[in-house]
């Protein structure tokens, strides 16, 4: 199920009015700012899968060296893969420092730039004409502008906790350490149940006897 910005300050008014009509002109702006705020403290605390952009997969009319990342680019979660071949070559990262330590012909890639300038991933050796290279990165989730625009977040809840955090502190309510503590607990709890591995994984530890194959009867 999606949920808007509107179903989350419907929340929050519930609890900061006790009544879920959602506010008008300077403190709707405000506490849609908020919720923004709040899936960007979601967003930076972990490394969620629904921020994983798969299989990001531009192509290159000419030989090129550089290759401009995306505005909601955070970070590679994969190798750099040059597809055009039969073979795959696979491109490490590395710190930009450690290219003076490798070699003209050493694949590797290195990102340059910030997140107000955008960010690019410096390719060595140049990539040829027509070549397609597969990556997968995090992803910055989407500003919330409008009370119609679509989280991300799987948790409604932490959101409207952690605004209804940040909206009582400005107001030295003081309610607000506690709201901050309910946010925090139900952000852990996403982050536990993110780390676990699904049924349709291989979740079971191994133990001694498993680690060196023994089995009963075994000699």
Do not use: H
């Not at 995090?138 to 502008?145: A, D």
């Not at 003081?174 to 996403?190: G, H, I, Y």
């Amino acid at each position: 199920m999606s949920y808007t910005v509107q179903d989350i300050l419907k929340n929050i008014a519930t609890f900061i009015n006790q009544d879920p009509t959602i506010p008008t002109g300077t403190e709707l702006t405000t506490w849609i700012n908020l919720v923004d705020q709040a899936q960007k403290d979601w967003a930076n605390a972990y490394f969620w899968k629904t921020l994983t952009v798969s299989g990001y997969s531009p192509s290159f009319g000419l030989s090129a060296i550089s290759l401009g990342l995306p505005a909601n680019f955070k970070k590679l979660t994969s190798p750099v893969y040059d597809m055009s071949k039969a073979t795959p070559d696979k491109y490490v990262e590395i710190p930009p420092a450690e290219r003076f330590n490798r070699g003209s012909t050493d694949k590797y890639v290195y990102l340059i730039g910030d997140e107000v300038q955008g960010k690019a991933l410096i390719i060595n050796p140049a990539l040829p004409s027509g070549a397609s290279i597969v990556l997968d990165y995090q992803s910055y989730p989407s500003s919330l502008v409008t009370v119609n625009d679509t989280i991300v977040c799987p948790s409604p809840q932490f959101l409207a906790q952690q605004a209804e955090y940040y909206i009582l502190q400005s107001r030295s309510d003081t309610r607000f350490p506690s709201k901050l503590s309910e946010a925090n607990n139900t952000l852990a709890n996403l982050i536990e149940s993110e780390a676990t591995k699904s049924g349709g994984e291989n979740n079971q530890t191994k133990n001694y006897y498993k680690q060196i194959n023994f089995r009963i009867g075994q000699s």
